[in-house]
C-alpha cells in the first residue's frame, strides 16, 4: 500500500504556479488513502473555486502520485469542505506571503 507520507511527498513536487510553493505546504492537500491493490486517492481543495489551473492542479497532482510512487492509478478528487483559508498553509508560507503582500503596500 501506498502511504499517506509517500503520496504526500510525491505531491509535494507540484507548485502552485501562482505563489510558487507546493500544494502540500499550502495546505491544499487533505488526504491520501491507498487501498490493498495500490489505487491511490487524493483529497485536495483549491485555494478559490474560480481557479483558473482546476483541471491542471488536478492532473498533476495525479501524475505526481503515478510518477513518484508504485501507484497502480490514481484519483483526485477536489472538495470544497472545509473550504480552504491562509491559514492552513504552511507557516514558512504564511511568513513569505506576508512579507511580499507588506511590501507591496
Same mark, same amino acid.
Given at each position: 500500500m501506498i502511504s499517506k507520507e509517500d503520496a504526500f511527498k510525491a505531491i509535494s513536487n507540484v507548485i502552485d504556479p501562482e505563489v510558487g510553493f507546493n500544494l502540500v505546504e499550502m495546505g491544499l492537500i487533505y488526504?491520501?488513502? $491507498?487501498?490493498?491493490?495500490?489505487?491511490?486517492?487524493?483529497? /485536495?481543495?483549491?485555494?478559490?473555486?474560480?481557479? =483558473?489551473? #482546476? !483541471? /491542471? /492542479?488536478? !492532473?498533476?497532482?495525479?501524475?505526481?502520485? /503515478?510518477? #513518484?510512487?508504485?501507484?497502480? $492509478?490514481?484519483?483526485?478528487?477536489?472538495?470544497?469542505? =472545509?473550504?480552504? $483559508?491562509?491559514?492552513m498553509a504552511e507557516q514558512h508560507v504564511k511568513d513569505k506571503l506576508n512579507q511580499f503582500a507588506n511590501r507591496s503596500v
Amino acid at each position: 500500500m501506498i502511504s499517506k507520507e509517500d503520496a504526500f511527498k510525491a505531491i509535494s513536487n507540484v507548485i502552485d504556479p501562482e505563489v510558487g510553493f507546493n500544494l502540500v505546504e499550502m495546505g491544499l492537500i487533505y488526504d491520501a488513502v $491507498s487501498d490493498d491493490d495500490n489505487n491511490v486517492l487524493v483529497t /485536495m481543495t483549491l485555494s478559490t473555486r474560480a481557479c =483558473p489551473l #482546476h !483541471q /491542471m /492542479m488536478v !492532473q498533476w497532482v495525479e501524475e505526481a502520485v /503515478m510518477k #513518484h510512487t508504485d501507484a497502480a $492509478s490514481c484519483r483526485a478528487e477536489v472538495v470544497w469542505e =472545509p473550504e480552504w $483559508s491562509f491559514d492552513m498553509a504552511e507557516q514558512h508560507v504564511k511568513d513569505k506571503l506576508n512579507q511580499f503582500a507588506n511590501r507591496s503596500v
